[in-house]
Nanobody, 128 residues
Framework: QVQLLESGGGSVQTGGSLRLSCTAS???????MGWFRQAPGKEREAVAH????????YLTDSVKGRFTISLDNAKNTLYLQMNSLKPEDTAMYYC??????????????????????WGQGTQVTVSS
């Protein structure tokens, strides 16, 4: 079992910054960690992925140049640095992790079905 605890959400104005954190506890080996978001009335969207063994990162096009995903292995914490925030970034942000080695190494970026564990979410609201 993996427990994921997100923090760092909040309300900012357009152009502002936030840093989301996701601290993992439980399983010591994880293959992927990622950030997803879901706005009211919209489908869940993948924002960023971290391939932990290969140290690869992926950002969806709409956040490239503004967001950065990073992992501090010593702290078991995944970060999402969000700069130049826009109102369309408003959503609940979820952290996810995969520990399924059998599912590792497939399509990149991984689909949401690869992730076994999800956090409770942290709200990000960007006002214009």
């Amino acid at each position: 079992q993996v427990q994921l605890l997100e923090s760092g959400g909040g309300s900012v104005q357009t152009g502002g910054s936030l840093r989301l954190s996701c601290t993992a506890s439980g399983a010591t080996y994880r293959t992927y960690m990622g950030w997803f978001r879901q706005a009211p009335g919209k489908e869940r969207e993948a924002v960023a992925h971290q391939d932990i063994p290969k140290s690869l990162t992926y950002l969806t096009d709409s956040v490239k140049g503004r967001f950065t995903i990073s992992l501090d292995n010593a702290k078991n914490t995944l970060y999402l640095q969000m700069n130049s925030l826009k109102p369309e970034d408003t959503a609940m942000y979820y952290c996810a992790a995969s520990v399924d080695i059998r599912a590792y190494g497939g399509a990149w970026p991984p689909g949401p079905d690869i992730y076994n564990f999800w956090g409770q979410g942290t709200q990000v609201t960007v006002s214009s």
